[in-house]
């Protein structure tokens, strides 16, 4: 199950996180300074308080529209997700919280993760499908292929670029594009190769996760 919150402390800390955080192309600090260009680190807390107070009805009705469009769709998501995994991952508890911030941070041992407000609805959904994707991915690889995963993060390095790449070819498979309504696209340019290998990867193994899984990381590290 899918449910959305809100959060106006866990932004507190995420903006510390990403103030100064790039990864694989991508600068978060930058996306927090275009959207918020007078936040600094010595006013982000009130700042936060402030933003959220000015704007908490806005904040609300994107936290209902999307609540919304998740519980006329996560029958069908979760239904695709058994028809990859082999697997029902719908009793699990998916966590999304709105953000002010465009980061979309995934938080995996509390199957939480956020998902920027000003996106548009689709935009919203996408971000749901994704991160709680990411989740049912790593319970999968703890469940079925633990050896192959440890000592791996799912947060960095070889095992979350693996993730990243996953996400890309199964959330533009048929059943997941109905829900989506457009094309998943990966976020971090720095993956562009990788991606291509992993495809080939995919159709050798028939869309076997675990074969998936071992030949990818043979491939990324």
Known sequence: MIKIFCDKNLDKEVYLDFADFSIAGVDFGLKIKKAHPDITKENYESYIDNF???????IKQSARELQEKIDVTQDAFFEAVR??????????????????FDCNPRYPEKNLFQIYYRRDLLGKMEVVCHEAMHFIFFQFCSEQCGDLIKGYDPNGGVYWRLSEIFNVIILNQPAFRNILEREEQLFYPDLQDALEAAKEIWIAGDGDVEYFVENMLKHLI
């Open 52 to 58: 959220y107070q000015e704007n908490q009805e806005s």
């Open 83 to 100: 028809n990859v995994f082999k697997k029902d991952y719908s009793k699990s508890d998916f966590k999304g919280v709105l953000s002010i």
